[in-house]
């Protein structure tokens, strides 16, 4: 394989997570909506920092805690973690630097 073959390759899979986060997220507006609520919540307990991935957790406890109904559980993948996280810190600047970040397909 050359070098450009393998350049193409990775950012084809890049947009294909993109494109899968973005219909998920448009499917699921209240979960950014809850992703900031409890970042918000923890900068306001003092905290400076705290992982996307912990907030994950949470959710998925309490989206597991109330449904009833087991054929409609509840999914939440981690390959969105890095985008949740770079979306909550655009649209709320105060928790800006909040989330750590590596490099990630988040980025393009």
Do not use: C, W
Not at 48 to 73: C, I, W
Request: glycine fraction near 2%.
């Amino acid at each position: 394989m050359t070098q450009l073959a393998f350049i193409f390759d990775e950012a084809l899979e890049e947009s294909k997570a993109h494109a899968r986060y973005r219909k998920f997220h448009e499917a699921n507006p209240h979960v950014i909506e809850t992703l900031s609520v409890l970042a918000l919540r923890l900068k306001d307990r003092g905290h400076k920092h705290y992982g996307m991935q912990a907030l994950f957790e949470v959710l998925r406890y309490e989206t597991a805690m109330r449904t009833n109904d087991p054929s409609s559980q509840f999914k939440l993948n981690n390959d969105y973690a890095a985008f949740y996280a770079r979306d909550v810190m655009r649209r709320y600047p105060e928790l800006e630097g909040f989330f750590s970040i590596r490099r990630s397909v988040a980025d393009e």
